[in-house]
């Protein structure tokens, strides 16, 4: 399995990115789960969002309504559109994916492939 990032960047107070995340060779089963992280550094791993096969989203609290999680199963491409960003959320992004039924989707050891990382810059 291979996780690949694109869509990080700078962007100003208030603006959007859009992440994507091309999950290879990633076979499909009703237990997946695919998400986002993030980290600044000097900082624990933060769940961003996730979703499974089904399209149940599950969000950080601190997204508050401005993110928006989806998956394309048809091409294996997660995506997470980011709005009113702020300087708080400046950090490195991580495409997560794996496999287990039931919650707990906060918890990155839940998550057996993470992708290299895409950094997003908020100022």
């Known amino acids: 399995v291979q996780l690949v990032e694109s869509g990080g960047g700078s962007v100003q107070p208030g603006g959007s990115l859009n992440l994507s995340c091309l999950a290879l060779w990633f076979p499909y089963d009703v237990n997946n789960r695919m998400g986002w992280f993030r980290q600044v550094p000097g900082l624990e791993r933060e769940g961003v969002a996730a979703?499974?096969?089904?399209?149940?989203?599950f969000y950080g609290d601190f997204v508050k309504g401005r993110f928006t999680i989806s998956l394309d199963t048809a091409n294996n491409t997660l995506y997470l559109e980011m709005s009113s960003l702020t300087p708080e959320d400046t950090a490195m992004y991580y495409c997560v994916a794996g496999q287990w039924p039931g919650g707990a989707w906060h918890l990155a050891s839940r998550y057996t492939y993470w992708g290299q990382g895409t950094r997003v810059t908020v100022s």
């Open positions: 979703i499974n096969p089904q399209g149940v989203r």
